[in-house]
């Protein structure tokens, strides 16, 4: 979903187009503010770049949308998408641990800012808190299922490769560590993936990385002993 698309903010669609509108300056507003607070990070992981959070935006429109097939429920899509631009705004390199906590605050801070609604701002914060699989929790809403799966979702794939690669070189790791790391963490996120349709295309793209895992670990046998 680019930010010219509307997004459906009450799950149920058909929603008159002057409040079509007010939806799209809430997410077009929350972009904005990403953009510039992240530029004035220097802090922000490498990974968890505005990049990160447009293509887990992205990433959880779509999964919303075969979810709604599957289990026959709607989306709320407003309440999805600024949760997905939220749900990393403050992860420094250096200090993962309680990222999630510190971007539900700043995250609070943002929609206080573009103005949304404090109900509905409420529940966006509930998503971003559950969206983690370093401290997995009960998800209680069905945008919760779908941002927590197009978040690990972002982990897996060249893209996710790359990602990994950039965030263990900020923390000084070499590539056999940060391959080691990337292992560990997927097999811990793999089992916790929450939708049928997030589990298959975690599969498929599970498949080109441990393909890479292994490539690297023949190539490094040949020089390690």
């Known amino acids: 979903m ?4 509307s997004v459906r903010s009450d799950g149920q669609g058909g929603r008159d187009d002057q409040h079509s509108s007010k939806t799209e300056d809430y997410v077009v507003a929350a ?3 990403v953009r510039q607070i992240l530029e004035e990070s220097p802090r922000q992981s490498a990974a968890h770049q505005p ?9 959880a429109i779509s999964l919303a949308g075969q979810f709604e097939k599957d289990e026959g429920r709607k989306v709320d899509l407003e309440i999805l998408a600024l949760a997905a631009l939220l749900h990393d705004i403050d992860e420094p390199y250096d200090d993962k641990e ?12 943002i929609l206080v800012k573009i103005g949304y609604p404090h109900e509905r701002a409420e529940k966006v ?21 779908v ?11 060249a893209i996710g490769i790359a990602r990994t690669l950039v965030f263990c070189g900020q923390q000084g790791m070499p590539p056999p560590m940060a391959i080691e790391w990337y292992e560990e963490k997927i097999a811990k996120a793999a089992p916790l993936l929450r939708t049928k349709s997030g589990r298959s295309l975690a599969r498929k793209q599970a498949e080109f990385v441990l393909a890479f895992i292994q490539r690297f670990k023949e ?7």
């Open 98 to 109: 309680g990222h999630v906590m510190r971007s539900v605050g700043r995250a609070s801070e």
């Open 51 to 59: 990049d990160h959070l447009f293509r887990v935006r992205d990433r």
């Open 2 to 5: 680019s930010s010219r698309e």
């Open 125 to 145: 914060m509930r998503v971003i808190a559950e969206h983690s699989s370093e401290t997995p929790s009960q998800a209680t809403s069905d945008e919760s299922l």
């Open 31 to 33: 972009e904005k503010v």
């Open 147 to 157: 941002l927590f799966d197009a978040d690990k979702l972002d982990g897996v794939g």
């Open 219 to 225: 190539e490094q046998g040949k020089f390690v002993s």
